[in-house]
């Protein structure tokens, strides 16, 4: 059998990848029925011919690399050993780059580059690395040591810190251009160049990106959690209306004795408060500056659903997660495909979860958004239905997520 071209593989791939995300929002664009079993099987099916199609691409991608003599090609930029006795290897990591996110993400595990650096000469080399995004962002540099004749060498990781007043300015898809230096101790330049990144709007979320150097997806939905801004003044104004509607009129939280009653009370009356701010549903998930690949939407942040009065369901997850929070209620997002609501733990400690239907909340009451919600998630749940990151549904919890370090965005 013929393989097609490297291209057309990953041209298939992207077609099909488009394929699944317009069935899972078909899926989900009548929110008052039950999913459409034959979207669901189609959706499966649809998923399931991704997958073969990229483990085919990675098949092929193993296969020609090792066909290829020599070292692994880099998609970085190699520059030989043969003026300074230096190896010097700059692979971009993150292309394009989540702003509203990036001073979250962790240089060792998602770095904005990576620097090999081997020391090919009879000399020991003392080599220092500096990397910055011009006019946003700090410095990072990192110096190191090279042995001699030191082939395997070391690789650095970097994330230059965004400057927060700049990076709050990123409200469009913008280029930037990223510098990186090698020099050595004796102020020799080994390299300086440019490379031209794409930086997203500060409110596109990623829920994937592809690992240059692996092919495959990076899971970054944990993210999500920073949309959720609990202490914003629009979210704690709600919270301090919601308290009107509730016995004693405050929100409590968990304190007493163990009360899912009570849990539910609280709960209801920011449904009812955030109803009567007239939040409306609207089906608005397109963003731009996602290559093939990566799966990015427009987030909007909670004050923002608040002044415009709208929400897709991932806006209205995250600002009745932000109410949940602010509440001292631990609140969850919970994902399924092309989907998701909101989660609140009966009470603390139990790990025993009730789920809310956001998109509902200007047409329906309470109760409604709770049993579609509830059978969304049991619904997924028998399915056993695979989504691109695992099994559904996924229930990112709030708390294990600030543990991590996913910390409000504003």
């Not at 209205?316 to 733990?345: K, N, Q, R």
């Not at 059978?375 to 559904?392: I, V």
Request: with cysteine.
């Amino acid at each position: 059998m013929i393989h097609p071209s490297r291209e057309t593989l990953d041209q298939e791939i992207e077609q099909q990848t488009r394929l699944v995300r317009g069935l899972m929002a078909a899926l989900y664009a009548r929110i008052e029925s039950d999913p459409d079993e034959s979207l669901l099987r189609e959706l499966a099916e649809a998923k399931k011919t991704l997958r073969e199609l990229q483990l085919r691409r990675d098949a092929e991608r193993a296969e020609m690399e090792k066909g290829q003599a020599g070292p692994k090609k880099s998609m970085g930029v190699p520059l030989g050993p043969e003026t300074t006795g230096l190896r010097v290897v700059t692979t971009i990591r993150l292309q394009p780059i989540p702003t509203g996110v990036y001073h979250l993400l962790d240089p060792k595990t998602d770095p904005l580059l990576t620097v090999a650096v081997k020391n090919e000469s009879h000399e020991p080399r003392r080599v220092c690395v500096t990397a910055y995004i011009e006019g946003l962002s700090a410095r990072a540099i990192k110096t190191i040591e090279l042995g001699r004749m030191d082939r395997e060498g070391q690789t650095i990781h970097l994330l230059p810190s965004l400057i927060p007043e700049q990076a709050r300015r990123i409200t469009e898809v913008q280029r930037c251009t990223l510098h990186v230096e090698v020099i050595d101790l004796d102020k020799k330049v080994e390299s300086n160049d440019t490379h031209s990144l794409v930086l997203l709007a500060r409110t596109s979320s990623f829920n994937s990106v592809v690992d240059p150097e692996t092919g495959r997806p990076r899971d970054l939905t944990k993210y999500y959690a920073a949309w959720v801004t609990p202490h914003v003044e629009p979210i704690q104004a709600l919270v301090r209306k919601a308290a009107e509607k509730v016995p004693g009129r405050r929100i409590w939280g968990y304190q007493g004795r163990p009360d899912p009653e009570a849990t539910v009370t609280q709960v209801k009356a920011l449904f009812d408060t955030l109803k009567e701010a007239g939040i409306a549903y609207i089906d608005s998930v397109i963003d731009f500056g996602a290559g093939p690949g990566q799966v990015t939407q427009r987030t909007r942040l909670p004050r923002e659903s608040l002044r415009h009065r709208s929400a897709n369901c991932i806006d209205g997850t995250v600002l009745f997660a932000s109410l949940l929070e602010c509440a001292s209620l631990h609140a969850a997002i919970v994902l399924v495909p092309g989907h998701a609501f909101v989660a609140w733990e009966t009470w603390r400690g139990s790990d025993e979860w009730d789920y809310l239907e956001t998109t509902m909340i200007d047409s329906h009451d309470f109760e409604a958004a709770r049993q579609r919600a509830r059978a969304l998630y049991q619904r997924f749940a028998d399915e056993d239905l695979q989504g691109d990151d695992g099994p559904m549904p996924r229930v990112l919890k709030l708390n294990d997520l600030r543990v991590q370090g996913v910390w409000p965005m504003e």
